[in-house]
């Protein structure tokens, strides 16, 4: 193609090229085309259903050239097809054993002159039957992070295509393994002998253990008791196994020591599992013993000796107890007394005994150095005071509890006995003190009891 432009007069000027563009001439076909070569995906129709895919390749393409099918039921007489393109779909029916031949033309209109192709032979068999394609298991499920793949074998025909490639070891085998990381249905398809087709369907599962909940009626418990543990998995099937050897859904788990873990294994009927676990925790049980001191009189001094108590009762049998481990305790009386000492550690059974106890009260007076000496009154509430007889010069006067403790220590130049030393006793708790008088003559010890 040309373009020019014209500059000048109305009647005459010049014509000036502007530009040149140039298109290419097609090719036309010229001559004796070539009708290439026909084949078949296939060349048997099974049961009248095929389908037979149908290809002509390297066949003359150029300008001017046009492409036909044509088919026969005997190879003699072809009819004119109504495909048009290269690649075709062949479904034919016929009797039973009949042949079909399919050929190509490709006519060239400017030479006049066509060319026909090799001509195929589709045998066409409406008897036959797809195979019967059946897959072992027909569903498979793997356990949800397991690494074992499923095995799936396929049989009924003589090759094998499996879709989707998903998780398998191979596509083209009748025995494949299966390991996706989803739940996914496969399809086989399976071609026989006859080049017949059936196919199957199955399902690979990824499956979760089943869902479990272990209770416990009590963690701790006494060692050598037990608690009862209960496993609650949903749906039917489930199977269980103990750490203890129990294979029913509750057990009864002892404590062992300070500590016992229990485990209990639930298999679903996919065989897929859920473990789950509980600590125990034992208790030991508590043992009573005892050691007694006699302070003073009817005065003694309780230790709790035993093992494991959490916390103790001591009953004195005369209406008075304590709660104490180390308990200091003045009878009302004096007798033999049977004391009950219970130790306690729950859960466990406590522990009792019984023991007697023989008290008798003593004078106040320890030595005969200060003669009459006394407190008054004894037992005293707020106050208390000392006497004796006579006058004592430099006097040192010290006042002891039950543990030892200085509770009074005055150093007075001289006390007259009959007037006496008085003791305030309103900060004191009840119990049994001990004053020790130490003067020229010697020492004096006189006991004091305070009651409020």
């Keep these: 193609m040309i373009q020019g432009t014209a500059r000048g007069a109305a009647n005459a000027g010049n014509i000036f090229i502007d530009s040149v563009t140039w298109d290419a001439f097609p090719t036309f076909c010229d001559g004796k085309p070539d009708a290439g070569t026909v084949t078949a995906s296939t060349y048997y129709i099974c049961g009248n259903v095929g389908p037979s895919t149908i290809t002509v390749s390297n066949y003359t393409t150029s300008t001017g050239s046009t492409l036909s099918w044509q088919t026969s039921v005997d190879s003699a007489t072809f009819n004119t097809n109504a495909w048009t393109q290269p690649v075709n779909t062949a479904n034919f029916s016929a009797t039973i054993g009949t042949y079909r031949y399919i050929r190509a033309i490709v006519y060239c209109s400017k030479s006049g002159l066509y060319d026909t192709s090799n001509t195929i032979k589709l045998w066409i068999d409406n008897t036959a ?33 499996w879709s989707p490639s ?39 599962q990824i499956v979760n253990g089943p869902n479990v909940t272990l209770t416990a009626a009590d963690t701790t418990a006494c060692e050598g008791d037990s608690v009862r543990l209960t496993a609650q998995a949903f749906g039917n099937g489930n199977t269980y196994t103990w750490s203890n050897g129990a294979t029913t859904n509750a057990t009864n788990a002892v404590a062992n020591g300070a500590v016992t873990n229990y485990t209990v294994t639930v298999k679903n009927i996919q065989g897929c599992t859920t473990t789950r676990s509980q600590n125990i925790y034992g208790i030991a049980p508590p043992k009573a013993a005892y050691k007694s001191t006699v302070v003073s009189g009817r005065t003694v001094k309780f230790d709790f000796d035993g093992t494991d108590a959490a916390d103790v009762y001591w009953n004195f049998s005369d209406g ?58 004894n037992p005293a509430e707020n106050f208390a005071t000392l006497h004796f007889e006579g006058i004592e ?24 006995g009959s007037t006496g030393v008085q003791i305030n006793t309103q900060n004191y708790h009840n119990g049994i003190y001990y004053m020790h008088i130490i003067s020229e003559k010697g020492r004096s010890i006189v006991s004091l009891e305070v009651q409020k």
Aim: net charge negative; charged share 10%.
């Design 320 to 377: 008075n107890e304590s709660f104490q481990k180390s308990t200091t305790y003045t009878f009302s009386a004096d007798g033999t007394f049977k004391v009950m000492l219970i130790a306690n550690n729950p859960p466990c059974v406590s522990d009792t005994i019984y023991f007697d106890v023989t008290v008798k009260q003593t004078s106040g007076v320890s030595t005969n150095v200060l003669n009459r000496l006394h407190f008054a009154p």
């Design 166 to 204: 998903t998780g398998l070891s191979s596509t083209t085998t009748d025995t494949v393994y299966s390991l996706p990381s989803a739940s996914t249905f496969y399809t086989v398809s399976g071609v026989d002998d006859k080049g017949c087709t059936g196919t199957r369907n199955v399902a690979v």
């Design 393 to 416: 010069n430099n006097v040192h006067i010290q006042l002891f509890d039950l543990t030892g403790r200085t509770i009074l220590n005055e150093y007075h130049e001289q006390i007259n």
């Design 129 to 161: 039957t797809p195979p019967t394609i059946t897959v072992t298991p027909n569903n498979a499920a793997i356990c949800s992070g397991s690494s074992t793949p499923a095995m799936l074998v396929a049989s009924g025909a003589l090759t094998y295509t």
